[in-house]
C-alpha cells in the first residue's frame, strides 16, 4: 500500500492566511497538541479524585510536548479506526511506558474517541476564538478612528448601487464599527461557554463509575467523578456541561454560527472597500506595498488584493456553517457520519474566520481615504441626492403628497434636461406660487454643511461602546487560558 504524501500545506491557495495565526492555531501538528492537553488533563483530574497515583503527574509533564509523536503515523493508522485518537492512544501509552512502567494504565481511562476529539476541538475553539477577539479588537480600535476622525467628511450614501442621500464616511465607518461589537460581544459569550466532552462510550460515564467505586467506595464515588470533571475542565480552560453531548451538537452549531458571522463582518467590510476603491469611484484604496496589487496582464492595475481575499474567504463560510448544521442530525448515543463530517469542516471555517478578520485589521489600517473625491462624486448628481431632504421640508407646507410630486417632477426634469435640480425645483415653486421665504428655505437646504439627521449622535454612540469596550478589557483578558492551565501544570 502506498503512504499518502504529508507534504506541508504552504498555502499556496490560500495567500490571505500568510501573516496570520491561522496554520499555528489549526494545523493537524495543533490538533495534535490539544489532543495530547486533553488526554492529559483528563490523567490529571484522575490525580485530582485519588483515581491515579500522584507520580503520574511526572509523566504528564514528561508527555506534554505534541511534537515528540509521529503526526505522521497517527494520521496514516486513523484509517483503520476512523478517527485519529485511537491510534494517537496507543502512542501515547507507549510512551507513557517508556517514561514509567504501567503509566499506561492510568491514560484514557473512562474516556472514548469522541471525547478526546470533542474536548480537543473545544480547546482549539477557544484558542481560536481569542484570536479573532484581538483581531477584531484591533481592527474596531481602526474603525473608531475612522469614525471620529471623518464623522465631517460628506459623501454619497448609495442604495441599490446608486447614490441616495448624503452621508458621511465617519457615518459608514461606527455602522462596520457597530457589527464589529456586535460579533465580538456573541464571540466573547461563546469563548467562555465552550464545555469539555467527557461521557465514555454512550455518555453515561459508565466506567469511570465503576473505577471510581472500586477506588473510592460507593459514599464517596460521585464526589470523585464531581472533581474528576472539574478539574479535567479546568486544567483546559473549559467548562463543565451539564450532560455528555455526543449527540446534542448545539455547541459546535452556534460555535459555526459565530465564526461565519464574524468572517461575514470582516467580508462586508472588505466588499463596500473593494467598491468604494473603484476606478470611477475612487473614495478609499488600500494602501499597497511595492509589488503588490498587480496583474499578470495589465501593468497599470493596482488591485485591491486584501479587499478580495477577506471577500473570498467569508464567501465560503455559510457552506461550512451549514454542513455543521446538518450534523446535528445525530442519530443514537454516538452518530455514524455526522461527528465525522464536523472535523474539516470546523477547522476549514475557523482558519477562514482568522484570515478574513485579521486581514480586514490589517485593511483598515492600510486604509487610505479622499475626502475630495467624495465630495466630487456627490457632486456628479447636480443636487439630485437632495432630493429626499427638500421634500421633507416642502411637505411641512404643502403636503407629503403633493411635496413628493413636486421633486419627483422637478428630479426628473433636471436628469433629462442636465440641470441642477436646485435650479429647477425653484422654477417649479415660483410657478407653483410658493412664497418667498419657502424658496429660501428649500434653497438653502442644498448643502453639505452639518450631519444628516442623526449621523453625530450615532457615530458617538457606537465608538463611545467600543471605547468602554477597550476600558473594560484588563491587560491578558484574550490570552489563551488553556496553554496558561496546561504550562501551569507541567
Not at 465503576?210 to 464515588?221: F, M, P, Q, S, Y
Amino acid at each position: 500500500m502506498t503512504e499518502p504524501n504529508h507534504t506541508f500545506d504552504v498555502g499556496l491557495l490560500n495567500p490571505l492566511s500568510h501573516g496570520t495565526r491561522e496554520s499555528e492555531l489549526t494545523s493537524d501538528q495543533a490538533w495534535l497538541q490539544a489532543m495530547v492537553d486533553a488526554e492529559l488533563a483528563l490523567t490529571r483530574a484522575l490525580v485530582d479524585a485519588e483515581l491515579a497515583p500522584e507520580w503520574m503527574l511526572a509523566v504528564c509533564d514528561a508527555l506534554g510536548d505534541a511534537s515528540q509523536f509521529d503526526l505522521g503515523a497517527i494520521a496514516i493508522e486513523a484509517r483503520g479506526g476512523g478517527n485519529p485518537v485511537i491510534p494517537f492512544v496507543k502512542h501515547l501509552g507507549r510512551a507513557a511506558e517508556r517514561v514509567r512502567a504501567g503509566a499506561s494504565d492510568h491514560i484514557h481511562v473512562g474516556a472514548t474517541s469522541q471525547d478526546i476529539l470533542d474536548t480537543a476541538a473545544m480547546i482549539v475553539a477557544r484558542r481560536v476564538a481569542c484570536d479573532v477577539i484581538d483581531q477584531l479588537d484591533s481592527f474596531g480600535g481602526t474603525l473608531a478612528d475612522l469614525a471620529e476622525k471623518h464623522r465631517g467628511t460628506v459623501m454619497s450614501g448609495r442604495t441599490l448601487g446608486q447614490q441616495a442621500s448624503p452621508t458621511s464616511f465617519g457615518f459608514v465607518a461606527a455602522g462596520w464599527l457597530d457589527a464589529v461589537l456586535l460579533i465580538v460581544a456573541r464571540l466573547d459569550g461563546i469563548r467562555d461557554t465552550l464545555p469539555v466532552q467527557l461521557g465514555g462510550a454512550v455518555g453515561n460515564l459508565a466506567v469511570l463509575t465503576e473505577i471510581a467505586r472500586a477506588r473510592r467506595g460507593e459514599a464517596d464515588a460521585a464526589e470523585a467523578l464531581d472533581t474528576v470533571m472539574d478539574r479535567f475542565a479546568h486544567h483546559v480552560g473549559l467548562i463543565v456541561p451539564r450532560l455528555s453531548w455526543h449527540t446534542n451538537r448545539v455547541v459546535i452549531s452556534e460555535l459555526a454560527s459565530v465564526l461565519a458571522a464574524a468572517a461575514g463582518v470582516a467580508g462586508t467590510f472588505a466588499l463596500d472597500v473593494s467598491v468604494l476603491s473603484r476606478t470611477e469611484i475612487a473614495e478609499v484604496s488600500e494602501r499597497l506595498a511595492p509589488g503588490e496589487g498587480g496583474s499578470s496582464a495589465m501593468p497599470h492595475k493596482r488591485n485591491p488584493v486584501s479587499s478580495v481575499l477577506i471577500t473570498a474567504a467569508a464567501l465560503q463560510t455559510p457552506g461550512l456553517a451549514s454542513t455543521l448544521y446538518g450534523s446535528m442530525l445525530a442519530e443514537d448515543q454516538r452518530p455514524s457520519g455526522a461527528w465525522h463530517a464536523e472535523w474539516q469542516s470546523l477547522r476549514v471555517l475557523e482558519r477562514l474566520t482568522i484570515s478574513a478578520v485579521t486581514g480586514a485589521a490589517s485593511l483598515a489600517a492600510r486604509l487610505d481615504v479622499d475626502p475630495d473625491r467624495m465630495r466630487a462624486n456627490l457632486d456628479l448628481t447636480d443636487g439630485l441626492v437632495f432630493s429626499e431632504r427638500v421634500t421633507t421640508i416642502l411637505a411641512e407646507t404643502v403636503g407629503k403628497t403633493t411635496a413628493f410630486a413636486l421633486v419627483e417632477r422637478a428630479s426628473q426634469e433636471a436628469f433629462a434636461t442636465n440641470r441642477p435640480l436646485q435650479v429647477v425645483l425653484a422654477s417649479i415653486l415660483i410657478a407653483e406660487g410658493c412664497s418667498d421665504a419657502l424658496r429660501a428655505q428649500i434653497w438653502a437646504a442644498f448643502s453639505y454643511e452639518g450631519q444628516p439627521g442623526q449621523s453625530a449622535a450615532g457615530i458617538d454612540r457606537v465608538v463611545r461602546s467600543f471605547r468602554q469596550r477597550m476600558d473594560a478589557v484588563r491587560p491578558g483578558d484574550s490570552v489563551d487560558v488553556n496553554a496558561n492551565a496546561l504550562s501551569n501544570n507541567r
